[in-house]
């Protein structure tokens, strides 16, 4: 009832910008916050940055300046503008949709970025 689906990873050199972008698809209620998440081989699923309903933005430490969440609540979209982009960065970016206190995961989008 919930769909979530990510696009916009890919393969950038150290310095290079990505933009990735997540449609929601629900038929049980509004989304209220939606975020981007991120996991790396071998370590937890991390938090990069959310969106609430209102536009009210969170970053993580070390993303803060390099990537910028939106979003269009007509379209149930969230996008994020990654630059700057870091070795480090590279993981595999999960999308996270809240609809009636639940949340929903998209299937993940992989960002390399090589040094």
């Known amino acids: 009832q919930v769909q979530v689906v990510e696009s916009g990873g890919g393969l950038v050199q150290a310095g290079g910008s990505l933009r990735l972008s997540c449609v929601v698809s629900?038929?049980?209620?509004?989304?209220?916050?939606m975020g981007w998440y991120r996991q790396a081989p071998g370590k937890q699923r991390d938090f990069v940055a959310t969106i609430t309903a209102s536009g009210s933005t969170t970053y993580a430490d070390s993303v803060k300046g390099r990537f910028t969440i939106s979003r269009d609540n007509a379209k149930n979209t969230v996008l994020m503008q990654m630059n700057s982009l870091k070795p480090e960065d590279t993981a595999v970016y999960y999308c996270r949709a809240d609809v009636l206190r639940a949340a929903y995961w998209g299937q993940g989008t992989q960002v390399t970025v090589s040094s």
């Open positions: 629900t038929r049980i209620g509004s989304v209220n916050t």
